[in-house]
């Protein structure tokens, strides 16, 4: 009989609605049930695309001796940490406070207040490498809950207050501006932790930094730096050779587990790739390397056909398992290879993908590599389609086809952007439809710009927008405007930074994490550091400077600059958790760069200048177009006028402007310079 999980829109939570564990999503009810049947709460957080949770939930979740056990002596409650973010940020904190580190599955027991007296992640069916089974750890929670009370509540009261003392201690206590000494400290330290071999930071397993390769690639284009521009193309360079990257289907895996990029954990993350999708972008804009341009192709076109839903938006993940085991859609061996291709291009295909006897994976199979490209192209382009096509007739892993408002808002921005870069506006079109999908879905239904953080088959879900779905969809938005001037986008961008600054403000810290108004957690938590997104602060600190540039008015760069000073602490912090911070920062330091061209639609001049500025503007500049200052909601508009009737550039640099001109070269030439 399905459980209380039957409703939900997580596809995460449906996933367990015909467990035999009385699983409660979190609410309310549930710990009234607890403090009623005088039982502890078990907690377990995880999500849809994640190989340990479904390995936990089959071997533990599904055995009726465990679920009686739990039903008897515990109140259940599952969370999908992607439509909970910040219930997932305050047990994560709990769990790596308690044992050291974190991960997913995520086990907690809390006591009817909510307060965790015990935190771990995947424990096996079994007694294995120095942890105890599932069932001898519940047998033992429950046997203290009714032995030793007062010593599990006095560990709650402790933890809990342990808690609230470290929530925000790790910022700086005074704030500091940033300047260019501290970016080139950050570049500096990046090259003492760089794997100059494989690219990529530290040792295995390791993720891809999407945040601090922007850093790297801006701050060459910003100031020359070298040393950030060959960190960047080796790391670039090397994931997109590797078997982290999709070489038949584009688009990249969640990580390596293998310090070469060799063997992925075979999920597919939007928010990955989103981010990875700018990051090629910039490297390409940069250097016109061919690999970026085929890599942005490949991934824009993975998110249109892969990740699209009905409703216009883009699903949350593709899952690492299918067939009851991680990665076999994507792996093969030398034998399947042949058989579909025939002795020659099977051996070709074999050599060129690092397909061998012995395998890259596991049994003798292999994840597919591209580690130099073909010399005959048109031959690798037959054979691709060939391999392509009979691996889509295998049978496919699962498709969390949720709708996360700020995963969006990161598609929504590399989407229009690189469509405007490399011509395509089809994919413009689906970050226009993928923004207005979350206005008539996730805003539409409180009569205010309140935003729900998911929604699934056109149905909001009941939680509420955390800081993040605020700013990465209002930088979204800000994106579109630059792309299409249609200022609509514009005026929801201003009215989601107005509630993000006003609900999510904390004046000692910057920003929190959640709402003013939404329901009370233990703690109220903040969102400071990079982590596989960027940190909500640093998301939101980088909207702020968007807008303020766009709209000419200084308040929201105060803002930004002020929170970026309370936690951008380089003297102390390493920068590996500050990219996006960074990234607003040099935005700050530049000004941004501002560049508004008017003329109208029709005429090609004017579409020549606006190509320019979107080739050879520099990284963090803002752009704005349209047919006069008229009308124009965009500060960055006003008083621009077309020059003897021609349409006309302006660009401007740490609030001075160049002559305005009519003459294409000589705006390419004011746009060089740095």
């Given amino acids: 009989m399905p459980n209380r999980l039957g409703s939900s829109t997580s596809p995460y939570l449906l996933q367990h609605a015909e467990n035999p564990v009385h699983w409660w999503e979190w609410c309310e009810e549930a710990f009234a049930e607890a403090r009623e049947r005088d039982v502890p709460i078990f907690l377990s957080i995880g999500y849809s695309a994640c190989h340990w949770c479904h390995v936990m939930a089959h071997e533990t979740f599904e055995?009726?001796?465990?679920?009686?056990?739990?039903?008897?002596?515990?109140?259940?409650?599952?969370?999908?940490?992607?439509?909970?973010?910040?219930?997932?940020?305050?047990?994560?904190?709990?769990?790596?406070?308690?044992?050291?580190?974190?991960?997913?599955?995520?086990?907690?027991?809390?006591?009817?207040?909510?307060?965790?007296?015990?935190?771990?992640?995947?424990?096996?069916?079994?007694?294995?490498?120095g942890r105890p089974s599932f069932g001898q750890l519940i047998e033992a929670i429950d046997s203290g809950w009714r032995d030793n009370r007062k010593e599990i509540l006095d560990s709650a009261t402790n933890i809990h207050s342990s808690l609230n003392a470290k929530n925000g201690t790790d910022l700086t206590q005074e704030s500091e501006v940033i300047t260019n000494q501290h970016l080139s400290r950050a570049v500096r330290e990046l090259g003492r932790l760089f794997d100059p071999d494989n690219g990529g930071f530290g040792n295995a397993p390791k993720f891809p930094p999407s945040m601090i390769l922007q850093f790297l690639l801006n701050e060459y284009d910003r100031v020359g730096n070298t040393t950030a521009l060959s960190i960047a193309e080796k790391t670039l360079t090397s994931m997109a050779r590797g078997g982290i990257y999709d070489q038949l289907g584009g688009g990249f895996a969640r990580y390596s587990v293998d310090a070469k990029w060799v063997v992925p954990h075979f999920e597919k993350m939007l928010y990955d790739n989103a981010l990875l999708l700018r990051v090629y972008m910039s490297w390409w804009k940069l250097t016109g390397s061919p690999l970026a341009q085929r890599v942005v192709s490949e991934t824009a076109e993975f998110l249109l056909r892969e990740l699209?839903?009905?409703?216009?938006?883009?699903?949350?993940?593709?899952?690492?398992?299918?067939?009851?085991?991680?990665?076999?859609?994507?792996?093969?061996?030398?034998?399947?290879?042949?058989?579909?291709?025939?002795?020659?291009?099977?051996?070709?295909a074999c050599a060129l993908l690092n397909v061998t006897p012995v395998g890259t994976f596991e049994d003798g199979y292999s994840t597919l590599q591209l580690q130099s490209d073909p010399d005959d192209n048109l031959r690798w382009m037959r054979i691709k389609r060939s391999l392509y096509e009979a691996r889509n007739l295998r049978p496919h892993p699962h498709l969390d086809d949720k709708i996360v408002a700020s995963w969006n808002g990161l598609a929504i921005s590399a989407l229009s952007e690189a469509g405007m870069l490399f011509k395509e506006p089809i994919w413009i079109a689906a970050a226009e439809a993928s923004a207005s999908m979350l206005i008539d879905i996730h805003l539409g239904h409180h009569g205010s710009y309140r935003i729900n953080r998911t929604s699934r088959n056109g149905i909001p879900g009941s939680n509420w927008g955390v800081l993040d779905d605020y700013a990465n969809m209002a930088?979204?938005?800000?994106?579109?405007?630059?792309?299409?001037?249609?200022?609509?986008?514009?005026?929801i961008a201003g009215n989601l930074l107005e509630i993000a600054t006003t609900n999510f403000s904390n004046d000692s810290q910057g920003f929190f994490y959640t709402d003013v108004n939404a329901p009370s957690l233990i703690q109220r938590p903040t969102n400071t550091y990079d982590n596989a997104e960027p940190s909500a602060s640093f998301a939101l600190a980088k909207a702020l400077v968007t807008h303020s540039a766009l709209s000419g008015e200084s308040e929201y760069r105060d803002l930004a600059e002020a929170s970026l000073a309370k936690v951008l602490d380089l003297d102390r912090i390493s920068p590996m958790g500050l990219g996006w911070g960074l990234v607003a920062a040099q935005s700050l330091l530049s000004g941004p760069v501002q560049v508004a061209v008017v003329g109208t639609s029709d005429d090609g001049a004017r579409n020549e200048l606006l190509d320019a500025a979107w080739k050879l503007s520099a990284s963090n500049s803002v752009i704005a177009f349209g047919e006069s200052e008229t009308g124009s909601a965009i500060g960055l508009m006003k008083n621009r006028t077309m020059l003897s009737s021609k349409p006309t550039a302006y660009l401007c640099r740490q609030f001075v402007c160049d002559q305005p001109t009519t003459e294409l070269e000589i705006f390419k030439e004011q746009l060089r310079v740095r």
């Fill in 63 to 129: 055995d009726r001796g465990v679920a009686e056990f739990l039903n008897k002596n515990f109140v259940s409650i599952k969370v999908d940490r992607e439509e909970r973010p910040d219930i997932d940020t305050v047990y994560m904190k709990a769990t790596t406070t308690l044992t050291g580190q974190g991960g997913w599955p995520m086990t907690l027991f809390l006591d009817s207040d909510a307060r965790p007296f015990y935190a771990g992640t995947y424990f096996p069916p079994r007694p294995a490498h």
């Fill in 308 to 348: 699209r839903t009905p409703e216009g938006g883009f699903a949350s993940a593709i899952d690492a398992d299918s067939e009851g085991a991680e990665g076999v859609f994507y792996i093969w061996n030398p034998a399947a290879i042949h058989d579909l291709l025939g002795s020659e291009d099977g051996d070709f």
């Fill in 475 to 491: 930088e979204g938005l800000l994106s579109l405007i630059q792309v299409t001037g249609n200022q609509y986008w514009f005026e």
